[in-house]
């Protein structure tokens, strides 16, 4: 059982070794914490879509932004898309799964707000389709995946793609990615006055 503990963990810290080292990942990275700090200065909003543990992850990051980070501020508009379970269950089976984020951006998005799309694989279809929408309706589109990208790479105006293939491990490193984009974003439009 330690032996798996242990690899695990160095499965883990490796992934976000991969990440410290690439310079390129690490500037998309700093480009998306700026778009999002330019679109609330535009009073625009950040939506999120995921399947699953996308999902789980989808709504913690947006919870981050809309409550608080490290301290007490102002909210942020930001809200994961699948919260709605009777919205949810009506349009997958009055229209399609596929359909379930796509119908939602369609009514929600602007030009001036970001849809930040997870799927380790990159192809789930409901996220690359609200991706579509989003674009279509002049947002900017964001893609957390593995590292191919998958077909949802196609899709996006930035893809930040976890060096992985492996879902545990990506998911980990979206969360670690998501974490520290809140962390500036807070520290950025809300900072603190140090005494």
Not at 90 to 113: H, T
Not at 133 to 140: F, L, M, P, R, V
Request: glycine content about 6%; hydrophobic content about 35%; aromatic content about 8%.
């Amino acid at each position: 059982m330690k032996t798996t503990l242990l690899k695990a963990f160095e499965e883990s810290v490796s992934t976000k070794q991969k990440i410290i080292q690439d310079n390129v990942l690490l500037e998309k990275i700093e480009l998306l914490t700026n778009k999002i700090i330019q679109c609330y200065q535009n009073n625009g909003k950040v939506l999120w879509c995921g399947n699953g543990g996308s999902a789980a992850d989808a709504q913690h990051l947006a919870a981050e932004l809309s409550g608080r980070f490290y301290y007490d501020r102002q909210p942020l508009y930001s809200e994961a898309l699948h919260v709605n379970t009777s919205y949810i269950t009506a349009v997958a089976n009055d229209y399609s799964y596929d359909e379930i984020f796509a119908r939602l951006v369609k009514a929600m998005i602007q030009p001036q707000d970001i849809l930040i799309g997870l799927s380790t694989s990159g192809n789930s279809k409901n996220v690359i389709n609200a991706l579509i929408e989003a674009k279509n309706k002049g947002a900017y589109t964001v893609g957390f995946t593995g590292e191919t990208g998958g077909k949802m790479k196609d899709y996006v105006d930035l893809l930040i793609n976890v060096p992985s293939k492996d879902t545990p491990r990506i998911q980990e490193a979206h969360m670690m990615i998501g974490h520290t984009v809140c962390q500036l974003v807070e520290q950025i439009l809300f900072p603190k006055n140090e005494k």
